[in-house]
């Protein structure tokens, strides 16, 4: 199960996927929040919290980071400007949190589901129009498979405010390859229509996730840049916090998707082993710590 939540909610609200794994993560992220939040919140972390055995062995259960919400710490988040996309995915494959997120779906289906989605929402008509706003025709998702006798699909980007960190990697590799469909904007702004960003984002991201999968025939499985787009491609959920534009969290997260396409979301298994361990840090007792507060100088690798 992989859990998340809106951005400054004081707790995960959605489950986003169902998947088995060998650790319950829900109870293990109720225990951490309950146990070990309250205990560094109260400044009795080091005095009160046991050594926990597992995270001692450095056992650590699969997507916690998603409880972690940057949504007030990170001032810009990327703006997406839909009319210069042209569908490469190389800003959802450099994020290195699984932040900025793509999607192709045929363009009634899209239709569709913007006015379903926009129907629940209180200002439907502005909910409506930012969902728009996420998509583009593009060459490679709709004259493509148009050749081909399929429906045009549009191509979607969408990023997650609770993930992102504002380290603008993305932005940096569209602007790079000469598309300028990025840029960063203060989160503290409000639109044109007198709209938070964080609103809008956390509005736009549940359409996102309320969305079907891209279809295998508008995806070449064998093409790294379309890997992203595939239903196995967040299993690695984010939220670690890596340093800005980190190449190891980045290369992780398309590692999990390739093998998750390649064996299943159940065939692998990842086994951490020193280095930029900033998804989970140890006090000297081997007393779990909130992720935030892991200090080099004082963890060790065990
Ligand atoms: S890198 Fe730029 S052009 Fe490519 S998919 Fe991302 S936003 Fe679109
Ligand atoms: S700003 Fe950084 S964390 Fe946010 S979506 Fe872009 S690459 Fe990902």
Do not use: W
Request: proline residues 7%; glycine residues 8%.
């Amino acid at each position: 199960m992989t859990v998340t939540k809106d951005p400054g909610a004081p707790r995960e609200t959605q489950v986003v996927a169902e998947a088995k794994h060998l650790f319950d993560v829900q109870a293990y992220v109720d225990d951490f929040n309950r146990d070990v939040m309250n205990a560094y919140r109260g400044n009795a972390a080091d005095a009160e919290l046991p050594a926990d055995r597992d995270a001692a062995r450095s056992i650590i259960p699969p997507g916690t980071a998603a409880a972690r919400d940057f949504s007030h710490l990170a001032p810009q988040i990327p703006e997406f400007i839909a009319d210069r996309c042209v569908g490469c995915m190389s800003c959802v494959n450099a994020c290195p949190d699984t932040a900025i997120l793509g999607i192709a779906l045929q363009t009634s289906i899209v239709e569709a589901r913007i006015v379903s989605f926009a129907e629940t929402e209180p200002i439907s008509a502005r909910a409506s129009e930012s969902a728009r706003a996420h998509f583009v025709e593009t060459k490679k998702y709709g004259e493509v498979p148009a050749r081909h006798g399929l429906e045009p699909a549009l191509f979607g980007i969408f990023v997650d405010p609770v993930h992102c960190k504002g380290c603008a990697e993305c932005v940096e590799v569209c602007v790079a390859l000469g598309y300028d469909a990025l840029r960063m904007i203060d989160k503290a702004r409000a639109d044109a229509n007198g709209e938070p960003t964080l609103e809008q984002y956390a509005r736009d991201i549940r359409l996102y996730r309320s969305l079907p999968p891209t279809p295998p025939e508008y995806r070449n499985a064998k093409a790294l840049a379309d890997v992203m787009l595939g239903d196995h491609a967040i299993g690695y959920v984010g939220g670690a916090g890596s340093c800005s534009g980190c190449g190891e969290a980045t290369a992780i997260r398309m590692l999990v998707a390739a093998t998750g396409q390649t064996y299943g979301e159940e065939g692998m298994g990842i086994v951490a082993s020193t280095g930029c361990n900033s998804v989970f840090a140890l006090g000297p007792g081997g007393e779990r710590r909130p992720p935030h507060l892991g200090d080099r100088r004082r963890r060790r690798d065990v």
